[in-house]
C-alpha cells in the first residue's frame, strides 16, 4: 500500500464531507430512526445511492486536470486503481462503521430505550444485526457500479453510455427488490449471489479497463 | 549504442473526424534535448498526451524509455516526468502534498532539491497550488519534474508566464538535468529564444505531421533562404537537395531549401544568377516552413 | 406489482431523462468530439462485464416475478393449478427467460443497450401477463384451465377411516375419500327424491339405530373463475350415502355437515358424514368400561385394541375422560406406552421422546392439543429441558414462520392454549407451518403456564421478545405475545401510543373488533389480567369506560368487552360495577336480546359484586311476558348457593306482584304467565334442582 497515494486519494474524496455530514448523518439516523431498522430501508438505499455517486463523480472526474496531475506522477494505472478503491474504502468505512457499531452495540437500543421510551427496544436489537451488512453489500454493489460506470465512460471506445446504462440497471434492480419487500430464504441466496457476481465482475472489468482508460484533462 | 528515449511510429490521434496527429513518426536519443516547435492546434500538446500515456493513439504506437506509452510497467513510469498544459493538481492541494505524492512514486525523488527551489523562489511548502500565480504554478511543476530524477521529460512551455529571470533558471536547470543524468528532454515551446539556449535538436510539427526534425546545428548550417526575384518556382534542385517551404510575393519567389555540405555547391550552380542565397535564422525558418510549407514532405532527420 | 412502484417507475422515468439530457446536450457531443469517428467497438472485457450484470439483473427480476406471491408467476405454487394452466405459466416463464437470454447475448455480441431494451421489454410484458386480478395470462388459458381445483373430502364422523362408502349407490371406496368435485358430479347421478325406506330404520327402533341411509349436501358455495374474479355458486343439492366397515352398516345419526373454502386456485370441501356404527362403538365402550375398572393401569392388548379403533378410539374415550380420573389415568397410560415416556427419566431422553412426537406430527401432517400425542407432550413438559425447549421455539421463530401464515386459532390463542393444525394436502394445505411447530408451540404454553409469573419465567423473557421482533406489528403474534404474559409485553404495551384516538387508515394502533374501531394498545391493555392490568385499569378507567361504549355497540357485544368484569375485587369501584348503569340502559333500548337476558348475563358476570337487590330491580323493569322467560336461563351460570338465593328473591318479588294483579285482561294475561312460565322455575331453581 503506497501511504502517500493514498492520502492523496483520501483528500480528493470529499473527507469533510465524509466527516463533517455524511457521517454524523448516517450515525444520526441509525440512532433515531423510530421504527426497526429493516434491510429494505428506502432513506438509508437513497443515502448510500447518493453518497457512492457525489463524492465517486469527484474523485473519477478524468477530464478535469486533477486527475491529468494523477496519472503522470508515475504511478501504474493499476496502483491508482487499487488505491482509488482504497480510498473509496476508507470513506465508506468511515460512514458505515459508527452507524454499523451503534446497532451491533447496545447504543442504539440504549437510545431509544431510555430516551425515547420506544416500546420495540431493545427486544429488536438482535433482529436489525443483519441490517449494517446489507448496507455494506449495498455499498459494495453501488461502488462498483460507479467505478465501472465512469471508467467505462473514458474508454476509447464505442458505446462509452453502456456504463451508465450498468449502473441504471442496477439502481432499477435495486429498486424492484425494495419495492417487493420479500424475504424468503431462497430470493435472499439469489440476492446475495447476484449482488456478489455483479461487484466481482464489475470491480474485475474496471481494472482492466482503466488500463486503458483515457485521461481527457 | 544509443537507443531511442522515444520512438513513434505513424501516431495518428482523430478527435471526431479532425485528424490532431497524422502518421507522425520521431525517434528522440537518449541524452538529447528536443523542442518542439509548431503553431497552436499543431498537435503538440496530444503528441505529448499520447507520449504521457493519458490518452490512446487511433492508428500508430509510441513508445518511451523501451516500452509502450500506454500503461508502461512502474519502473518505466517512474523514469518519467510530464508537465503538460491543462494537467494539474488541485487547487487546495499543498506542495507538500505534491512533493508526497512525487515522492511516493519515485524513489530518485529529490525532495531537499525541490524544496530548495521553491525557498529560492518564495515558494512555501504549505502553501496551496491554487493560491499561486500562473507563473508560480509554472515553477512548482518544473521543479517537481526536475527533482524526480526522471530520464525522460515531457515539458509543454514549462516556463510560460515566468519573468524572464526566472524562465532563464528553468531552463538553466533543465539543461544542467539533461547533462547531469543524461536525460532526454521533449519540451514544447514557442519562445525561439529557448530553443536556441537550451535544445540540441528541433522537431517542427505542423497541422499533425512531422515538418522537421534536425538538430540546431546542422540547421544553421544547411538549410538557407533563396529570393529568386521574376520566377514562380524553382528550378530543379537536384538530388540531396530539399526544398522546406516557399512563398510568392508578388513576382519575387522566397523558398526554403536544406542542403548538405556536399550539395551546397550544386545549389550555386542551379539557381540562376539573380538568386540571392542567404542564411535563415530558426525563427524566420519555422514560419516559413509552418505557414508556407513545400508540397513534399521534408525527410527526417538524418543520423 | 406494476401499482406498488409507480412512484418508482416515474422517478426512473425522470433518472432516464436526465442520463439522455447529460448524454446528448451536456456532455455527449464533446464526448463525441473526443473520441475518433472511427472509435472501436467496445472490447470483451466491457461486453462481458455488461452482460453479466444484466443477466443477474434479469435473474433477480425474473425470479421475483415467477416465484413470489407479489409477482404472480405461481412457478412456486405450479401444484395448486390444473395442469393446463399450469403449463401455461411455465411456457410464460420459458418464454421470459429465453428473451432475456437473448437479449444477453445480444449484449454480449452487438451492443448493451439493445440487450437491456430487449430484457426490459421482454420483463415487462411478463409483469403484464400476470399482473391483475384478472390475469392476462389466465384468460388465455383454454377453457376450464383457469377454474379452481375444486376438491371434495368425505369423512365419517369421529373420522372413522377404512370405511367402504356409497353414495346414490355409486361406490367411491374408503374413507376419508378424496377427488375432484367434477370426478363426483361426473360419476354419481343425481336422484330428484330419497331413496325408498330413507327414513325408515333397518335394523328396529332405538336410540342408537337411526336410518342407514346418511343424506348430506355438498357445500352450498362452490367458487368458479369467470375469468376476471372468483365468484360462488352452487344450489345446494341432497345426495344419500351408506357406509359399511368390517361387514357392519353405519347407521345415521342426522348430524351431517360440511364447509370447506381456499385461495383462488384450490378450494377444499370437506362433507362428514353423521353416521355411526353401533356395535363398533359398543366394542370401545368396553374398552373403555375395562379401563374404568381395571384402574390405571392398562396393559399393551387394551393400548393395542384402542389403537386398533383409530381417531374414533381416542374420540370416545376423550369424551368420557374430563370426569374420570380412572380414564385420565389410562389415557396417560396410553400415551406413555405409544411414546415411551415411562423410558424418559432424563432431560435427555425426555427430549428424544419429544423429537419422536414431533416427528410423528409431521409424518401424519397433523397436530392437536387436544389428542394423544398433545397428552403425552403435556406429561413430556415437565422433564423437557426448559432452556433447551425455548431455544428451539427462538430457531422457529428466527426461521421467518412467524411471518408467514401461522394457522393459530386465533379465538382460541387467548389464554387457552390450544394449537392444532392439519396440513394433509387432502384438507387443504393448512397454515403453512410444519405441525411439529405446532407441537412445540403447546409445550412452550405449557412450560410457560408451569412457571408462573415469578421471574425469571424463560418463556416469557425469551419468547415474548422473538416474536415480537420476528413478526414486527403483526397484531396475532402480539395477541399471542399478551397471552404469554410477563413484565417484557407489558412494558411493550404501555409504551405504545395508547393514548391516541385511533381511526382507520392510521394502521398502527387503529383495531376493528366485530367491526367497532378502538385504539388497540388501550384494547390490549385493558385486558391484561396482571397488576399491571390492574393499574392500568385503575388509573385509566374512564377512557377505557370509553372504550366500552364504543365496543358494546349492542348488549350482544359484551363479550368483547371481558376486561369490564377483571378486578371485581374492587367491588363498587370496578369497571363492571361502574358500567352497569350505561350498560343497563342499552340494554333497555334494544329488544334483541331483551333486556332482561342481557341484564342478568351481565350480572351474573359481575359475580359478588352484584347484589340480590340489583337482581330483583332488574326484574322490575324488565321482566315482560307472555313468552317464556329465557333471560332467566343466565341464572344457571350463577354458583348454586348464589342462583338458590337470587332465585328466591325473585320468586318472592313475582309473589308480591301477583298479589298486586287486579282483573283487567293485561293482569289476567300477566298472572297468567307468572304462574306458568316464571314462578314454577323460580322455585325449582330456589329449591336447589338443576339447571
Redesign the interface.
Known sequence: MNLPLLRWLWHRSMPVLTVAVAAPAALLYVLLAREPLAWNDTAAFLFIVVHCAAPMIDLMRFNRPVAGFLYTRGYTRDAIWSHTLAAWGLVVLAVWLPAALAVWTPLRSLVQDRVFENPNFPMMQPAEAMVPLVWLGLYVLATAACYYNVIRAFQPMRGASSGWLVRLTVLLTALVVLATRLQTGWLVALLVAAGLVASVVLLAASRRLHRRMEVRS | MNTPALHTQRLT??????RALDGFTLEVLRGRVVALLGPNGAGKTTLLRLL?????P?EGAAEVLGSPS?????ET??????V?E?????G??SLS?MM???????PTFDRPACELLYMQHTLAPSQAYGALSKGQKRLALAGLALS?GAELLLLDEPADGLDPAVRRTVYDLLRDHATRHEATILVATHVIGDIERIADDVAIISRGRLVLHAALEDLREEVREVELPGAADLPDLGDGIAVLGRRLEQDTLLAWVRTTAEAAGQLAERLPARAAVRPVDLETLYLAITNHPAAVRTAAKED | MIGSIVPVLIALLCVVLWVALRQLVLRGRSRQRFNPANAPAPDWTSRVAESVVLACAAAVVLALLAATPWGGGMLANLDELRPALANLYIAAFAVTAAVCAAGVVTALLWRTWAGAVIVGVALLGYNMVLEGQGPLLVRLAPAGANLPVNRLVIHISDDVARADVWVNDVPLGKTPIVMTLEEFLAKVPKWEKPPERFDKPQTGPGPRQGPEWIRFRLPSYVARYDGMAVVWARPEEDYYAKAQLDGEWAVSTGSSGGGGGGGRYRQVYHVTLGAAFAKRTERIERLVTNARERGPVVGPEWVESMEAFGPQGWTVLRGVADTDPKLMAAIDAWAARRYGLDQATTPDAAWEAFERILAEADQCRAYATDNLAGRAVELLVPRLDPDRLVRRAEEILRSGAARGDRGYNYGQAHGRGHFSTMADERYGKGGGLAPSVYAVAHAVWRLSESMGDRPPNLVQERIVPALLREAPGDDLAIELAICLGGPKIERFLLRQDWRRTAAWPDASSHYIVFGRSVNKWMYYLAQLPSSTGRRFRRENAAAILDMADTLIEVPSRLDNCGFLFLDLDMGKDSLAARYWPRFRAKAAATTNPEPLESCLKYLVRMGPVATTEMFVDVWRSTARGPGFPFGLNALDNLPPARRKGVAGALAAECEKELQALGTSAGDEERRSWLVNSVVPRLKKMAAGGEP
Not at chain 2, 491543462?86 to 488541485?90: A, K
Not at chain 2, 508526497?100 to 519515485?106: I, S
Request: one cysteine or more.
Open positions: 490521434r482523430l478527435y471526431g473526424y479532425t504521457a500515456g493519458l490518452i490512446e487511433t500506454r500503461n508502461p510497467p512502474a513510469a517512474r523514469r518519467l516526468a510530464v503538460i491543462g494537467v494539474e493538481p488541485p487546495e492541494a502534498q508526497d505524492l512525487q515522492a511516493g512514486a519515485c524526480s
